[in-house]
Every structure is written in C-alpha cells, then in structure tokens.
C-alpha cells in the first residue's frame, strides 16, 4: 500500500520475506516502488485550449515522495498575447497581473530544473504537457520526455459513476477529501490534484500497482484497447510512399505523417509499440485515413510539410507554423539597428534566416559584439538628440543618440551589418575570436562560451542563409537518386521548390522520363531569394536531399555554387573549449 508521510519498507514488491520480516525483492520484480517515486503535479493556466496558438499564464507544480510534500513551484507568466476576457472570468487572472511578470522563455528552465528527474503529473495531462512541449519547442529547448501520469485516466479506472458523476478535478478532489479547494489557479489546482494522486494510487494498489512500471501500464490498458478498436482504419492502404492524413467524422485533418510504407506506418499506430499519448488521443477523434500516394520519398516530405503548413492539424507539432519563424534584418529608419521580425524581408534586403528566435538573438548578438552598431530600441532622430547609456559610455557604440557621428558616417556602420548577413562572415568572426581569446586570457570561460555560442549560431545561421538563397537563384535544377530496387527517382527543382517528381522502371533510360517531366512540371515564377519561411523549409529539404552521395545532377540553369569566402569555411573552426582560445592565442 502507498502511505502518506512514510518511506517504504520494502512490502511494494513480492519476493520472500527474511527474518525481520522485510520483503526481498526478486527478479521478478519491475520498477521503483510508488514509495520511492518522486512525482511533480503540475497545472498550467493558460489563454486558450490550443497548446500551438495559445499562450500560458501561470505555472503550478509539488513535488511529492513517499506522500509527503518535499517543494512547491508557482508564478506568473506573461503570455505575450491578451487574455480572453472569458478565460480571466474563469481564472482571475488578467492582463495586468501578467504585464511584469517573466515571459516563458524565462520560466520555462526554472521549470524543468525543478522537475528533473521526477515523473509529472497532471488533471487531463495531455492539455498541459501539450502546452509544455509546444513551450520547448518556441524556445528551442529539449523537451526531457519525462514519465506522465494522468489522473483522469487513472480515475476513469479507479472510480465508478455511482460515486462521482464525472471526473473533473473539483469532483475528484471532493470524494478524496483535498484540503485545497481548486479554483482554477495553477497552484492551488495543483495541490488539489495531489490529494487525488495519493487517493487513486492507493486504489490502485488493491489491483496489484506498486511500481512506477505497473502504474504505467496500467494508465495504458484503456489506449490499448482503443487501439486495437480503430485497427480497421489501416485496411486496404497502399504500401507505396505518401502521405496519410488522419481525419476525424467532420472530415477535418487530425494528424499528417509521411513514410515509403504507407500501409505499414500506419498500422503501427495501431500496435503496442505506439506508446505517444498525444497520438493515441489523437486515435480516439480519427474516423478514416487519407492517403495521398507519392512517387518517391522526396516527393511525399515536400507534400507532408506543405499540407501540415497549410492545414495546421491539432496533433502535429514540427513545421506546423512555419511563419513564426524568425529574421535578422536591419530596421528601416535613419540609425538602423539590428532587429528581429516574423515578417519576411522585401527581395534584395540583407538578412538572416529564417530560425528560431533563440538563434536570431544569438546572431545577432555575435554581430553586435563585432560592430559599433546600437543594440537600443529607441527610434532616434537625427534632429533631436535622445538619452545615451552604458554601452556608449564604454565605447561600444558610436552614440548616434547624442549626434556623436552623422547619418552618413552610421550608414557606413550599418551597411558593415548588412555584409555580415549577406557576404562574408569573416570579419565577424575575427573580431569575436580576438574577444574570445582575451576573455580565456583572463580566465572568464563561462563568458567566453557565451560568446562563442553566439558566434557559432550566427556562422550556422549565415551558413544556411546562403546555401537557400543559392538554390533559389541558381532556377532550375533537375537531379535524379538511386531508387530501391532500381531505376531512379526524379526530381524537377524551381527556384528552391519542388515542381515535379517521378520515378523511373528499372533498367530503362531515364532521359526520355526526365524530358516528359519538365514538359509536365509546374510553373515557378522566377525569384532570386526565399519568398517566405515555408518557402525556406521546402529549400532546406531539397538541400538535404541533394547531398546525399546517390543523387546525380542531371541538368542546372544557372551557376548553382556557395561563396568562396561564405560561412561554410569556418565549419568546425570554433573549438569548443573556452580554454583552447587561450592555449591558441584565438587562432583558426
């Protein structure tokens, strides 16, 4: 039995008992006794209920082991967006309690510090973990794929009707006695679902639960039997390459994948090895699947990205919102800064991207770090002087607030910014490397690393930038890769997009394919540059696959080729210990 307040003694797992009158454990045995479990209960309040277009407002965890309290976790959080009206009736929280409180990228590591190595726990946990990855994902951090229990399947299991009449939190907490009343406030709630853990764990040990093992096999048995319900949806799909879209009886797309094997794919889904909560919830929506059939691997990847970017099915998470992505660019205005924007820039406009905001931040830190240029967010004028700050006291900024340079003299410093995004990175990165090599001088690693952190993301963003925007105006490319079992597969490229695919029978010549191909491919208008970040996620896939060593080129427009002095060069140019700046006087 689970008992509050009191370690175990050894009675959660069946072996032969000694003389004292402990249990041994035997091989027999599988798993971490509930007693020596530390779990985190966690509840999120948020905007909304969708996890990839809402934003979170609060955050509440325990930590709980051995049914004792060992630490809490709360705070606010600024969501970036403004809560519904409705959402502050039900919660209380309102735009001005958020207006100073950290943003998620700030709260998010404090988080998961805290949870680390515990197994969380949540009321209808795919709501919250759903909010929680789709979190890591916009701040480019790893989601540690923790082990999760949900209260309300364990209670589907452990409570009949005739005690509750439905399994909401507030229901739950009642029948188990919870101290905390939930209020739809991320702490208290968390602390009410507490109660609940301890009391469904206590009912489940009477079904033979004592390990953290049994517990989650137990949470899977109602999934599983799900699973094997929808099994027919598999039937009669073509083991060919494609797309399969699971829709629901509205006829609207739930989940899009892509595989070589349709028909084999997705009857995995409906196998024991499909342990992904997310998917199996997504299986108890899903009425019948779609397939659209492919000529190749390359052909099915390109069509997966663009119906997920266009469709935004509730179940996908990777390339779902392609125009959050962020560029560098340099600010329209009379002293240009650096800036980061979700709006694509005009043809013929320097910039870097599209990536992650977190690596936008750090380019544009690694060229802010070798150019005089202003970091402020102030719009100046160049009539009016404006407050200076630190960075210009400590002469790494020329002060265009005070008019200590004209327009035309920072013009100059900003068109030094437009090169490092659009030629060569080299001397941005001398000039990072001198700094670098003074900071080991003095020992100051931790800020070394920082530094050289942000000049590999702006190298690696450069790198990138460069590669798409040659595919794009090198027009159009045909190439062709080895196929399994012979022949070859086609692909027609247009200014970084796919336009035609095919693929050819074995041991005949393809020539007479590919000619047939163009002829039939779409029309791309011309354009010298990626139009979009979707645009961009096409071009990156295509580059992926033309690197491969089996693909030929069989026909180019235009001069395809990177720079000779581009970013690619210093690939593997940055050591990444701190210290070696120092031993190599920050030589390449």
């Known amino acids: 039995m689970y008992r509050r307040g009191a370690a175990s003694d050894g009675a959660l797992t069946d072996g032969a008992s000694n003389a004292e009158g402990f249990t041994q454990p035997t091989l027999d045995s599988l798993g971490t006794p509930l007693a020596e479990v530390t779990f985190c209960v966690v509840d999120l309040e948020t905007t909304g209920l969708a996890a990839d277009a809402c934003g979170i407002t609060e ?18 959080v600024n969501p970036g967006e403004s809560i519904d009206p409705r959402v502050t009736r039900l919660t209380g929280i309102t735009d001005a309690m958020v207006a100073d409180a950290p943003g998620i990228e700030a709260v998010l590591p404090s988080f998961l510090e805290f949870a680390r190595g515990a197994t969380l726990v949540a009321h209808n946990a795919g709501f919250d973990i759903g909010f929680l990855r789709h979190a890591c994902e916009l701040t480019d951090t790893r989601w540690p794929r923790p082990p999760v229990v949900d209260t309300v399947v364990l209670a589907r299991r452990l409570t009949e009707k005739s005690e509750v009449p439905n399994r909401r939190l507030a229901t739950l907490a009642r029948l188990f006695g919870s101290p905390v009343t939930p ?21 489940a040990s009477g079904h033979g639960v004592t390990t953290d093992a049994e517990l989650a096999e137990f949470c899977r048995a109602i999934p599983s039997e799900l699973q094997r319900r929808k099994k027919h949806l598999a039937d009669g799909l073509p083991h060919a390459p494609g797309v399969y879209i699971f829709r629901d009886a509205d006829d609207r797309a739930l989940y899009i994948g892509v595989s070589v094997d349709v028909a084999a794919r997705v009857r995995s889904y409906f196998s024991a090895a499909e342990q992904r909560r997310r998917l199996r919830d997504m299986l108890a929506s899903a009425e019948r699947v779609e397939v659209v059939e492919c000529a190749h691997r390359l052909e099915a990847g390109i069509a997966e990205l663009r119906l997920i970017s266009g469709g935004k099915p509730p179940y996908n998470r990777a390339a779902k919102f392609p125009e959050h992505r962020s560029w560098v660019r340099l600010s329209d205005e009379p002293y240009p800064r ?34 005089p ?31 200590s340079v004209s327009v035309e003299e920072y013009t100059a410093v900003a068109d030094r910014a437009a090169r490092a995004m659009d030629g060569d990175p080299s001397p941005i990165a001398a000039a990072v490397t001198e700094r670098l090599a003074e900071l080991a001088a003095a020992e100051r690693f931790e800020a070394a690393a920082e530094r050289r952190d942000e000049l590999g993301a702006y190298l690696q963003l450069a790198a990138a930038t460069h590669r798409t925007r040659s595919l794009v105006a090198a027009g159009e490319i045909v190439a062709a890769g080895r196929a399994k079992g012979g022949g070859w597969e086609i692909a027609v490229i247009r200014h970084g997009l796919l336009a035609g695919a095919a693929r050819t029978p074995p041991r005949a010549d393809p020539m007479p394919h590919i000619a047939k191909l163009r002829e039939t491919s779409r029309v791309v208008d011309p354009v010298e540059d990626v139009a979009d970040a979707a645009h961009a996620a096409e071009t990156r896939l295509l580059l992926e696959w033309l690197a491969r060593p089996d693909v030929r080129l069989v026909m180019v427009e235009r001069p395809w080729a990177s720079r000779l002095d581009g970013a690619e060069r210093w690939s593997g140019a940055i050591p990444h210990d701190p210290s070696a700046w120092r031993r190599g006087n920050g030589e390449r």
Request: proline share 8%.
């Open 338 to 371: 650096l800036q980061i924007s979700r709006n694509p820039p005009g043809p013929g406009t320097p910039r870097l991207g599209p990536t992650s905001g977190t690596q936008a931040q750090a380019a544009i830190g690694a060229i802010e770090a070798a150019l």
């Open 373 to 403: 240029i202003r970091s402020c967010r102030t719009r100046l004028s160049p009539k009016r002087m404006s407050p200076s700050c630190v960075l210009g006291e400590i002469g790494r900024c020329v002060e265009p607030c005070r008019h």
């Open 183 to 203: 209020n739809h406030r991320a702490l208290d709630d968390a602390r009410a679902t507490v109660t609940v853990l301890h009391g469904l764990i206590e009912r």
């Open 59 to 76: 955050i509440g965890a325990v930590k709980v082991k051995g049914g004792e309290v060992i630490g809490e976790f709360g705070t606010l």
